[in-house]
């Protein structure tokens, strides 16, 4: 039988925590998962943040390159660097153009996986204007879309029928 | 672009049953084959999808669940839905309605509530459930529907234990709005109130380990909409609406009390046993899907578990936003092992590590020990699914022909959403044939009745890795690449392999 309360459980642990939620938020009981030494895929790392300056060379809206989304190859002191900047809507819905020829800064870290390096941008600036694409834990800002605006938007924006 | 979102949503049906926008729309196609019709579609319905929708000018993720009531006739004739958009939450009834299905099962959905009129395509596995995709312009999303038994609308029939699956948007610790998935269980007590409730949160990657249920959790019916099964909740700490298919399943989506949070996903009754290491036994397919810190994330793969603790026989596609992960890798091996919680409630733990390709790691909740919640731990990988034993024995040719309805949902440039019906025969060339309408999010993206033509070729050990490639026939033609694992003879689990684009799908039998 499955146990139908905590007595049947003989677990300690778990009770001692389910009892502690009583009077407190959510308690541990298992620990959270360890990251593994050789992970398989991207892992931001904020302490390894690098900053890129240069003037860009090519805006491409849909990069046939993985991963997919917006690029640019910017042309920075040590040579052409390519830069992955997420979803071009995100881009456009903050009114951020960027053309060849301009300069700009992006703060972000280079990462591989085994099938070769990108580098993922956390901000970009260009003129006087700065975007997040990415949260400091490297989660991408582009995937709420309005939402993230946190119920700023105003209801004729929100398009068609419901 | 959007994280994907649906396999919560998608994987529901495979759950249940092991467990016009401005578009194209081509010639009239040969009349399809089979024996349903709008007499197929009767009864009333719990639904449940998740997408984008435009809003002001950029994709922005949302979330719908409700019931229709179908007569067999043609018409919708009630029904209520819950709504999370990106301007807040409704709750919406339904008027004048319509619908109409094919030979084959596909068919269209017309809902029309006090805003106006959406627009879906459908694709009945049986009459009792199927799949759903919305096709207005500026909205695509996917999901499934099951038929309700009403008479479960009561509180007292909500008495089990649940494991649970929720995913979409919600706060991480900076109030970011990002991607989100919590998975866990709990025991409902038929009088509304919740016991032995545990978690994990997955927060864009930031993981909360197993916890306990805040102070608050409850489950009540709703006394505006008392013939929907409508009521509301506060499950793993999240105000959420929901909908009761029967005593074995329920549908929820975030209220307006979180809001702009938003989570849609479904809570399975879980099997009344103390769940152990042994409970993992045999072979199992799993399909995954979420966000990465590149984008888009799908995996879907098999594994062997022992009974003792052991993974052996993994192999796994994953596709990262279209960075392709095979396993095994190239001149790789590759071992793993779980564990299940000794507080017997049925979470766990699994790994393994490719020599080459590194570890991966995830967390499950059995629902019994045929299938199981799923999420991925690893470092900025928030994606979460389903795993389903492996009950048929050797997929062959034959035990794989038949009709299937299939959904698939995915990104590319936008959000994809695809739902139709394919024939698979036993021929050596060409043994996938069928039609499929699909919405790729925009206008004039919206495409119906589009054939198309296909190869599934089974694998050297059809357990694991199939490939199925489908083209569409009409110019332009696009090809899409799927691997494909077979869960038994009536449900197979698919994830694209392109490089311009992550999806995933499931194909389920049609009688």
């Known amino acids: ?162 | 672009m959007k994280r994907l979102i649906l396999c919560s949503t998608l994987l529901a049906a495979a759950f249940g049953g092991a467990c016009g926008g401005g578009g194209s729309t081509l010639p009239p196609p040969p009349p399809p084959v089979g024996n349903f019709s709008n007499a197929s579609l009767k009864g009333q319905y719990a639904f449940s999808m998740s997408g984008t929708e435009l809003c002001a000018g950029t994709g922005s993720f949302f979330g719908r669940i409700g019931t229709f009531t179908a007569d067999g006739n043609g018409n919708i004739t009630g029904g209520v839905e819950d709504v999370n958009v990106c301007t807040g939450t409704s709750t919406l009834a339904f008027t004048n309605s319509n619908y109409s299905i094919q030979a084959d099962g596909r068919g269209i959905l017309s809902l029309t509530n006090n805003t106006g009129t959406t627009n879906y395509s459908i694709a009945l596995s049986t009459i009792s459930q199927g799949s759903i995709v919305q096709t207005d312009s500026t909205v695509a999303a996917g999901g499934s529907f099951q038929i309700q038994d009403i008479s479960t609308f009561s509180i007292t029939k909500i008495a089990s234990g649940y494991v649970f699956d929720f995913s979409g948007e919600g706060f991480d610790a900076s109030h970011n709005l990002v991607q989100q998935s919590i998975i866990g269980r709990f025991d409902a007590d038929g009088g509304g109130g919740i016991k032995n409730g545990l978690f994990d949160s997955n927060t864009a990657g930031v993981l909360s380990g197993q916890l306990v249920f805040p102070n608050g959790a409850f489950y009540q019916l709703d006394g505006a909409f008392p013939q929907s099964g409508r009521g509301t909740a506060n499950i793993a700490g999240k105000n959420l609406t929901f909908y009761i298919v029967d005593s074995t399943r329920l549908k929820f989506l975030s209220s307006n009390l979180d809001f702009p949070e938003a989570l849609v996903g479904d809570a399975i009754a879980q099997q009344n046993i103390s769940f152990d290491i042994s409970s993992l036994n045999g072979g199992f397919v799993f399909l995954i899907g979420g966000g990465s810190m590149a984008g888009p994330i799908a995996t879907a793969g098999r594994f062997t578990a022992d009974g003792a603790g052991n993974l052996t026989s993994i192999v796994l596609d994953e596709n990262n936003n279209g960075r392709q992960t095979p396993l095994p890798s190239s001149g790789g091996t590759v071992t793993g092992s779980y564990t299940v919680d000794a507080n017997q409630f049925g979470g766990g733990t699994a790994t393994w590590t490719d020599s080459v390709s590194g570890t991966f790691s995830f967390i499950f909740y059995l629902a019994s020990p045929t299938k199981a919640v799923f999420q991925e731990t690893d470092g900025n990988i928030t994606s979460d699914g389903s795993f389903l034993a492996q009950t048929s024995g050797q997929p062959t040719a034959s035990s794989i022909a038949g009709n299937y309805a299939f959904n698939w949902s995915g990104v590319s440039t936008g959000e994809d959403d695809f739902v139709g019906q394919m024939a698979v025969t036993t021929a050596a060339t060409t043994n996938v044939t069928g039609s499929m309408d699909f919405n790729l999010f925009g206008l004039g993206k919206q495409f119906f009745n589009y054939p198309f033509t296909g190869l599934l070729t089974l694998g050297t050990d059809p357990t694991g890795r199939n490939a199925l490639m489908v083209t569409t026939t009409p110019s332009p033609q696009t090809t899409y690449k799927f691997s494909a694992y077979v869960v038994d003879s009536n449900t197979t689990l698919l994830v694209g392999v392109d490089t311009n684009r992550v999806i995933v799908g499931l194909d389920t039998r049609q009688p």
């Open chain 1, 1 to 162: 039988m499955k146990p139908i309360n905590l007595m049947k459980t003989n677990s300690v642990f778990l009770a001692g925590a389910l009892l502690l939620a009583a009077v407190a938020g959510a308690q541990q009981v298992r620990p959270k998962a360890q990251q593994s030494a050789k992970p398989h895929a991207y892992a931001y790392d904020l302490s390894r943040e690098t900053v890129l300056e240069g003037t860009v060379l090519k805006y491409t809206e849909n990069s046939s390159i993985p991963p997919i989304g917006a690029h640019i190859i910017v042309q920075t002191s040590s040579g052409p660097v390519e830069v992955h900047l997420g979803d071009a809507r995100f881009l456009k819905f903050n009114k951020f153009a960027l053309t060849e020829g301009t300069s700009v800064k992006i703060t972000g870290q280079n990462l591989s996986n085994g099938q070769g390096a990108m580098f993922f941008a956390r901000i970009i600036q260009q003129g006087g204007q700065a975007l997040a694409l990415r949260s400091v834990n490297g989660a991408p800002l582009w995937l709420a879309g309005a939402r993230a605006q946190r119920g700023g938007v105003q209801k004729p924006q929100q398009a068609g029928a419901l």
